[in-house]
């Protein structure tokens, strides 16, 4: 998606939002090698945030999964 959307010039990071109003940052190499989490062993994720096992994440390698953002509802590109 980023690819066709095209990227401002310089670097730039990823603000992620999740719906209680948590936001982090990341880097293009974190975003490169990160998934969004729908299923774990072959079962859903839910869109349930209070449910600490199944809801829906962002995961991002080398950061553990108690950072990783429940529920991503928004990314931004924004200037580094």
């Known amino acids: 998606i980023v690819n066709k959307a095209g990227l401002p010039q310089g670097n730039v990071?990823?603000?992620?939002?999740?719906?209680?109003?948590?936001?982090?940052l990341y880097t293009m190499e974190q975003m490169q090698g990160s998934i969004l989490g729908l299923k774990v062993n072959d079962t859903?994720?839910?869109n349930n945030i209070n449910d600490k096992a199944?809801?829906?994440r962002m995961?991002?390698?080398g950061e553990t999964n108690d950072m990783w953002i429940?529920?991503?509802?928004?990314v931004e590109i924004v200037p580094a």
């Open 54 to 56: 199944k809801s829906i």
């Open 59 to 61: 995961i991002v390698p």
């Open 13 to 24: 990071s990823f603000k992620i939002s999740a719906p209680d109003g948590y936001t982090k």
């Open 70 to 74: 429940k529920m991503p509802t928004k």
């Open 44 to 46: 859903a994720m839910t």
